[in-house]
């Protein structure tokens, strides 16, 4: 197959091979291939045939099954074959072509990738063609013999002739129903239900042995066959007779229209400005809130609903805007898992993603949502799932999200959709191997989340959900822990810029204790006023109110009076009310005092405890007489029972009802085990946490992948390359053992595979220089490999070579 693929991209020209690399750049990525018998091995590759076909639409699908069911489908039969003019079958067929999945062969005969034969085991509800029941070693030569005579046609001859004359016979609709007119009663019937049922059903196979049946009379007639007892299957070719001349399986060349009414552009735009400063603000303040109290999951994973809804309360979030936002900072490594916690908390990522602007932190919470691989919003039997749990469907909830906006920015300007099951029908159209019932449960879910988070107001996609449905960059999946491309793509860039421009950065105090935000407050503003203020309304005006109970839970996490009052200042005038509240409940902060202890030493004896007190091996307790009888300890209870038996007194443990809690250890407990990591960990679907094994080492923001190569240079370059006509013999042994003289004999045996196979080695050339390289070519006297430190193909002295190692 590949070489058939070969042979038709040598035919191409520069802009048809362009578009073939625009829209597979899974065959140029690094370390792209430098002739075009390398690109054929990887745009035939099954699992990437596999990927791309998920990606296109329903015409092109129904046209690459029904090419799989011809004998030797050209544009023409195809057309005919489901029953539309070749104008409309002939874009679509070119989208194959342009895909790499189809193109056209000798005598303009269309030939499927592999990876897209094996896509329908039975494409169109049909069987292997006769060819394949034919050529078995199941059938003997006398059984074939058999066969054609039962057909009426000559049994002698040449079995592969023989065959031939079977399979043009059974493939004539004309010489099939003229067999049924003598066939038992209930034959026509049977062979119904295989052709339009089947292709293989369940059967009694003692009747297919029994004289007069119509199983027996179809299988002597080449009509069934059966590969085991009690199955049997109809071919290609009778199926297709049986059908009729009628017959033509589904095209839809056209996609549903999706239902519409008009909405004002104007008010969708302002209603987006309003929207995303209040995505990033209920962000920062659900971080925030997990800083000060870490959120527990549950035993099975995920969070659950009680603390939803304890986070929803205390954040000011409603409880959808909760779990997504959970959901998506969790993606976005903004919030992790803490051993030392005991709860997910605030990473080292989110205090930088907290001094971004604000239009940045924007991205990064988009970016996430587009690759998350869960649905927050999604229902079954009514509920929703657990927040952070595991989502078996995966990275198709992911496909399903990225398949609805697209189609919404197809809607025509200033109109909204007006019918979801309208709207999913066009999805499944544009997306059909999405599977169907996860489209009909997570669509909906989808165009919610877009709602909350900005994308979608009234049915109508915002500009933010045009940028990013438009993104032309590989989101990366839930687990790529590097910064995607899709957080610096430039439109999404200007119109995130856009979305928060109008945010307000200062407030109106009124002397009766309020603060008035007159639009959407900036996440710095919001987290200033809810740390000082109850908010008492949000939307296109937020009100605050200024209470001592919310002055003293500033001042409770350690706020200073003087630094809360100069950054109230720096946003706005300062009423002399409010100055006076913030001065008064100060003044009465801290009259009453509360000191932690880790435990509490009683005995009977004042002057023994005078002893422990004094004790100096006990200093390290931090011990302090309360009263004659009554001594606390800095320390927990169990630390401080074995520092006191390690004195040499005998203390005993006591309940907070006074009686003596001595119990048995068990062995377990006795065996120990180890420390909890101080290190965090970064939550996975289900619950599930992996060690970052050094969290100071993460991926700094501004580290991107590479940029994507240009298909059309790529083209120039394979093209020039074909026409130079680089040889590749088989003197690859040969040439390393002359020219590289400073290897052994194994790493010149290393050097060779990765000339003949493409493997990974590290090298290290005389002056010291080393390299990881793979792909290599031997050009001369050196070696002309990948080196992944460069980005590109380098060429290195063989001579220079001083060592090869294997890396892996």
Known sequence: MEDHLLGWLRTLDEDRLARILANRPDAIAPPWPRRLDTLAQRLGDGLAVMQTLQRLPLPCLQLAEAALALPLPTAGRL??????????????????????????????????????????????????PLDHYLNSWTISNDALRALARNLGLPAQGHKRRTIT????????????????????????????????????????????????????????????????????????????????????????????????????PEEVDHLMTLAAPHVVERAAALLDNTSKSPLPLLKTGGVGVREVRRMAKETGCDEDETRLLLEICTVARLLAWDEQ????????????????????????????????????????????GTVLGDDPAGAAVARVRRAVLPVLACLPAGTAYADRDGLLAAVHWHAPLIERRLLLDCGPAALDEASLLGLLVNGALTDLGRALAELTAHPGDESDDSVPMVEHDPAL?????RALASVRRSALFGPDLTAVVTGPPSAELATLLDRVAERESRGAASVWRFTAESVRRALDRGHDPDELLDELAAVGAIPQPLEYLVRDTARRHGEVTVTTVGCVIQAADP???????????????????????????????????????????????????????????????????????????????????????DPGLETPPH?????????????????????????????????????????????QSLLGFVVDRGVRAGITLADGLTATISHGELKGGALDAWCEEAGDYLEFPLAEIVEVRGAF
């Not at 342009?98 to 990876?115: K, Y």
């Not at 860039?493 to 810029?497: D, F, G, H």
């Not at 059309?712 to 006509?725: D, I, P, V």
């Not at 013999?729 to 002359?738: H, K, L, Y």
């Open 165 to 264: 004359r079977v399979a043009e016979t059974l493939g004539d609709a004309t010489r099939v129903h003229g067999l049924l007119r003598d066939a038992p009663e209930g034959t026509a019937a049977l062979l119904d239900r295989f052709a339009w049922d089947g292709p293989a059903l369940p059967v009694d196979g003692g009747r297919f042995v029994a004289p007069g049946t119509p199983e027996k009379w179809c299988a002597d007639h080449g009509l069934l066959f059966r590969p085991s007892w009690h199955v049997a299957e109809i071919p290609r070719e009778v199926a297709l007779c049986l059908r009729g001349a009628d017959y033509h399986p589904p095209f839809a060349p056209e996609p549903p229209e999706v239902p519409t009414i008009p909405v004002d």
């Open 607 to 693: 002057a023994l405890l005078a002893e422990i007190t004094a004790h100096r091996r006990l200093t390290r307790l931090g011990l302090r007489l309360l009263a004659p009888t009554v001594l606390v300890s800095a320390a927990g209870a169990e630390r401080t029972l074995a520092a006191l038996r390690e004195a040499g007194y005998a203390p005993v443990p006591v309940s907070d009802t006074g009686e003596i809690t001595i119990r048995r250890t068990r062995p377990a407990e006795l065996a120990g085990g180890a420390e909890p990591g101080a290190g965090k960990l970064i939550l996975l679907p289900g619950g599930q946490v992996a060690e970052l094994s």
């Open 703 to 747: 580290l991107l992948a590479e940029p994507p190569p240009d298909p059309r240079e790529h083209a120039r370059r394979l093209m020039a390359a074909g026409r130079a006509g680089t040889e590749r013999g088989g003197r690859t042994w040969a040439v390393i053992g002359r020219m590289a003289t400073r290897l052994p004999t194994a790493q």
């Open 341 to 384: 916690s005991g709860g997910l908390v605030p990473t080292e990522r989110f205090d930088r993603w907290r001094l971004d602007e604000g239009a940045a932190r924007l991205r990064v919470l988009l970016s996430a949502w587009w690759r998350m691989e869960r649905s927050s919003l999604r229902k079954s039997d009514g509920r929703y």
């Open 79 to 128: 057309a005919a074959f489901v029953d539309a003019p070749p104008a409309e079958v002939d874009p679509w067929l070119g989208h194959l072509y342009d895909h790499a999945l189809a193109w056209p062969g000798d005598g303009g005969v269309i030939r499927l990738a592999e990876g897209v034969t094996r896509w329908w085991s039975a494409p169109l509800g049909l069987g292997e």
């Open 493 to 497: 860039v200007e119109v995130s810029t």
